[in-house]
């Protein structure tokens, strides 16, 4: 229970007040008040009795004078007729009245010591007001000089506790004199200055290093041992898709909005895997919770850290990079190249197999104007050569990049042009294609071109997996319940073991195939990015040495 410094002077000095008058009041009674009492008591008895003696003296003096006279056949002895004389009986009346004088003396100086008495007891009544008003007095010099300086230190003090360091206590300049309690409050206020002026600089200094790490493109975090966060930077609150403050929250909560740790067969934990010290580093490919859609690379560091004389202590330092952009970019890359391609075949085919076209165009109109089976031949050739003129123009609709234009497109044509483009290369592969095509046309919203590019990715993947030749097949259907073109491209493939098959859409993971060519690994991921995109799913099913299966479900565009 607290208690002030002022409470327990003012109540010291009452208390120690009522106890001296107390004590001082009682011993004056006893010892002098009482004393004086009980010595007038006795005097004044003894005197009484004196008297009362004397006056019996007398009266028997009288009755043996009456005796002798009237009775003088008795005779007395000298001593009883001595005693019947009367200048015995005066010399006793004297006696008496002298003892009268002597008790009314007595009373007298009683009296006069009752006034001293009372004379004494108004002077100690009189100190002991004049003691009490000293205490007073001096319990405000206290107050003046010891309780209000530690007052104003405590109500400093207080507001520092809080967090106010621009708290200072104000000091009168006008004093002549300073004790010691004005050098405390000086120095009390010269260390809150410099407490204010360091953790000033410990934020300026907090503020240059956030402001260095939110500069880093790349999301950073750094973690405790036990997964709480004690440091992150603005691209890292992107990529979970939150404002609010995460600092001092656990990694699985804030990455991917759970209350408990992450289980290891889920995701790659660095936490645990750093521990083990095994290894100082661990790269891994990721996805948070809020941000379903972004492969994130992580590269996550150990790091030890002592200050002075203290216990080292150790935290992960990750760093958090976005493989969107990445993806992005290997599919501009792509298209690119592809247009750089289709360029050149479209100006080397189209010229020669144009001039092809008027030379047989010719041949036939000059020397078969009539039905022949030359001519039949001829006809079938202008119409295969008109098929090869449509090739390059086919590549350079795929080679279009348009990311952002959204417009109808068939679905059933995307395909049919793509297998056209790969028919050469299937044929030569010893690959069959069979397409099993809807007679009704379905129609998608979004980008023919990117559309081409998830049929031509999936199919190159079908061909690289059968070195040996095989079949390819191909089914498009609609789920009218759903709104929904279903697409399942399958082949006779090596397939893809079963470990595997969860990491073939993370960008630049290229085994899913051991035989397939070296590559960057971002095919599988730019196809399930351009599928999302179109608010579609892809979905992959495969069994080691008989096929893969891929199904892409887009929804249809809305009749109305």
């Not at 009296?111 to 007095?137: D, G, H, K, P, W």
């Not at 209000?148 to 000091?171: D, M």
């Not at 004199?177 to 010269?190: C, H, K, M, S, V």
Request: net charge neutral.
């Amino acid at each position: 229970m607290f208690f002030s410094l002022n409470k327990k002077f003012i109540y010291t000095i009452s208390l120690f007040f009522i106890i001296i008058s107390v004590i001082f009041l009682y011993a004056f009674y006893v010892i002098n008040l009482s004393k004086t009492q009980e010595e007038q008591k006795s005097v004044i008895s003894r005197n009484q009795q004196y008297i009362e003696i004397l006056y019996e003296n007398i009266t028997l003096r009288k009755e043996l004078a009456s005796l002798e006279a009237n009775y003088p056949q008795i005779r007395f002895s000298k001593k009883l007729k001595e005693l019947t004389k009367s200048t015995q009986l005066n010399a006793k009346q004297e006696q008496i009245s002298q003892e009268r004088q002597r008790a009314d003396a007595v009373i007298k100086n009683y009296n006069e010591r009752y006034e001293t008495l009372e004379e004494s007891f108004r002077i100690i009544l009189i100190s002991t007001l004049l003691f009490f008003l000293a205490m007073i007095v001096l319990w405000l010099l206290i107050k003046l000089w010891v309780l209000t300086p530690i007052e104003k230190l405590y109500e400093a003090s207080n507001q520092v506790a809080k967090g106010e360091y621009g708290s200072r206590i104000h000091q009168d300049t006008k004093h002549c004199t300073y004790d010691e309690f004005d050098n405390l409050i000086a120095t009390f206020n010269q260390m809150l200055e410099s407490i204010e002026n360091s953790i000033a600089e410990i934020h300026r200094a907090e503020f240059f290093l956030q402001s260095i790490i939110d500069a880093i493109p790349d999301g950073i975090r750094v973690l405790k041992e036990d997964g709480t966060i004690i440091l992150a930077n603005k691209e890292y609150y992107r990529q979970i898709q939150s404002s609010q403050n995460c600092i001092g929250q656990k990694c699985y909560h804030s990455s991917q909005k759970q209350d408990y740790p992450c289980s290891l067969s889920q995701f790659t934990c660095p936490l645990a895997i750093l521990k083990e010290g095994k290894t100082s580093n661990l790269k891994f490919i990721q996805q948070f919770a809020a941000f379903p859609n972004h492969p994130l690379s992580i590269n996550a560091a150990y790091m030890m850290f002592r200050h002075n004389k203290e216990a080292p202590q150790k935290y992960i330092v990750e760093s958090i990079r976005d493989l969107s952009e990445d993806i992005r970019f290997s599919h501009q890359q792509k298209v690119a190249s592809l247009g750089f391609l289709s360029t050149s075949v479209a100006h080397e085919m189209k010229n020669h197999l144009g001039s092809i076209r008027m030379i047989l165009e010719g041949l036939i109109n000059k020397y078969h104007t009539q039905e022949s089976d030359e001519k039949s031949y001829l006809e079938l050739i202008h119409k295969q050569l008109i098929e090869c003129i449509l090739v390059p123009e086919r590549l350079l609709k795929l080679a279009q990049f348009t990311p952002n234009e959204q417009e109808p497109y068939s679905i059933n044509e995307g395909i049919q042009d793509i297998i056209s483009i790969l028919d050469y290369e299937t044929k030569n592969n010893g690959i069959t294609i069979k397409f099993k095509n809807t007679r009704k046309k379905l129609t998608a919203l979004g980008n023919a071109s990117d559309f081409k590019m998830v049929i031509l990715n999936l199919m190159q993947n079908a061909i690289k997996a059968m070195p040996q030749g095989g079949e390819i097949a191909i089914h498009l259907a609609e789920d009218k319940a759903q709104n929904q073109a279903q697409i399942a491209i399958s082949d006779t493939g090596i397939g893809i073991e079963k470990d595997k098959l969860s990491h073939i859409f993370e960008p630049f993971y290229s085994q899913g195939h051991a035989t397939q060519h070296t590559g960057t690994g971002l095919g599988l991921a730019i196809v399930k990015s351009i599928i999302e995109k179109q608010n579609g799913t892809i979905s992959v099913t495969s069994t080691p040495r008989v096929g893969t299966c891929f199904t892409i479900k887009i929804p249809l565009q809305n009749k109305k």
